[in-house]
């Protein structure tokens, strides 16, 4: 939830795709999502540097705080192999590692938010996938009677390269 700008950190976008999903019979759940964020990373950890000073073996404060990780929970879930898996060759197989928050950022503070309001971005983003997810409820039901005649069908069909095809 520290990434608050981003639509799949908004509370009504999730619930909006939480309820998408269960029409499918499928349990889309946040296990970390109000867990804090680690507040004692600093730029070099975000350059996946190691600490030149890892803390102490008896320093129980710090384990008693990385306990409450998102990285810690996945891990006691069985949903991870570790309870650090960042900057791991595992972790840069699971997302890209692109510059998408530039192009966000610049589109957002630069352009979107220096016209409109925090809540009006939050209303206008809610509303476009409100939209989004009733289209692909169409198309995901459609799919689910027509199979091969279906729009869907035809549209993954069609985008495949033509070396598969």
Not at 60 to 73: D, L, N, Q, V
Not at 81 to 103: A, E, H, Y
Not at 142 to 151: D, G, H, P, R
Request: charged share 25%.
């Amino acid at each position: 939830q520290g990434m608050y700008l981003f639509p799949d950190q908004m509370r009504n976008v999730i619930l909006d795709i939480r309820r998408m999903y269960s029409v499918f019979g499928i349990q889309y759940s946040n296990p970390v999502f109000d867990f804090e964020g680690p507040q004692d990373i600093d730029f070099a950890d975000r350059l996946h540097c190691e600490r030149l000073l890892p803390p102490e073996e008896h320093d129980a404060a710090y384990f008693e705080k990385k306990k409450k990780t998102t990285g810690c929970r996945l891990f006691e879930l069985g949903l991870m192999p570790s309870d650090n898996v960042k900057g791991t060759p595992l972790d840069r197989s699971m997302q890209p590692r692109c510059f998408q928050f530039i192009l966000f950022n610049i589109f957002l503070h630069w352009y979107y938010l220096c016209d409109h309001s925090y809540e009006q971005y939050c209303e206008m983003t809610e509303l476009f996938f409100k939209e989004k997810i009733n289209v692909f409820t169409v198309l995901l039901n459609e799919f689910k009677v027509n199979e091969k005649k279906s729009k869907l069908f035809h549209l993954c069909e069609d985008r495949q390269p033509y070396a598969s095809r």
